[in-house]
């Protein structure tokens, strides 16, 4: 999958300028807006030129504050957040983003911030790209996460209720029998595409594609803890779950 998005990606970057003059409005991606954070002005130059010229609409920030309050008054489509920042470093504001949004986030760390990458995820980020890297590989990460989000642009403000369980992706908000619950983002995201195939085995591997993105090296194993996190919170008795049901040796099943 990487490797034709990056070829995409390169074709989609050859054929910017006609974008330019509206002859590529249909491409789903046309116009979207980034908000892209690095306080070193070269590399946000850098980001800012290329994002521009595969045809995104760009908004930029050069400190944490700044992020944050420009992720909720520019509502963008993706953010491209640098861990290394000044008053509020990345993994804070990732964590200050995800309090109200579930726009998807692409981290930027150093090959010496190994731990940075696994707290980012822990804390929502969707991704995470290592500096120095290849901007044609940058671009086709950009273009993969606003193209997974697209599928479900149109139900994304949709809530789901199912018996005395209701999920609103819109507010990131959680009630369980009339009561206002609070989930971790991967919670959220785990619950959320458990409900939507409520009835039916989600396996393992589904939910750590869907919940965690095609590149996370994790193990299935990181699907069991947030399950049993995720019991605790909604279950009325979490050890005899009614809700989520383990359907042994494949996975996982929502009944309302
Ligand atoms: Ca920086």
Not at 47 to 74: H, I, K, P, W
Not at 202 to 225: H, I, P
């Amino acid at each position: 999958m990487a490797r034709s998005t990056t070829a995409q990606s390169q074709n989609f970057m050859s054929t910017s300028l006609e974008s330019k003059r509206g002859t590529f409005n249909k491409h789903p991606d046309f116009n979207k807006k980034i908000l892209v954070v690095e306080d070193e002005a070269a590399m946000l130059q850098t980001l800012r030129y290329n994002l521009e010229r595969s045809g995104y609409n760009v908004v930029t920030a050069g400190d944490g504050r700044t992020a944050v309050a420009m992720a909720q008054r520019e509502q963008p489509d993706l953010v491209v957040l640098d861990v290394m920042l000044p008053v509020l470093d990345g993994i804070e504001v990732c964590k200050e983003i995800r309090k109200s949004s579930s726009v998807p986030i692409i981290m930027l760390t150093a090959k010496d911030q190994e731990i940075d990458k696994v707290i980012a995820l822990e804390l929502g980020a969707d991704d995470y790209v290592t500096k120095p890297f290849a901007l044609h590989e940058f671009l086709a990460r950009v273009k993969a996460r606003l193209r997974r989000r697209n599928p479900l642009a149109q139900d994304r403000d949709r809530a789901i209720a199912l018996g005395d369980i209701v999920l609103d992706p819109a507010r990131q908000h959680l009630t369980v029998r009339g009561k206002d619950v609070s989930l971790a983002p991967k919670e959220f995201a785990l619950l959320r595409v458990l409900m939507e195939n409520a009835g039916r085995v989600v396996t393992r591997q589904t939910l750590l594609d869907k919940v965690w993105g095609y590149d996370f090296e994790g193990e299935q194993q990181t699907v069991s803890v947030h399950v049993r996190w995720l019991r605790e919170k909604i279950e009325q008795d979490s050890r005899n779950p009614r809700h989520i049901i383990t359907v042994r040796s494949r996975g996982y099943l929502f009944k309302e």
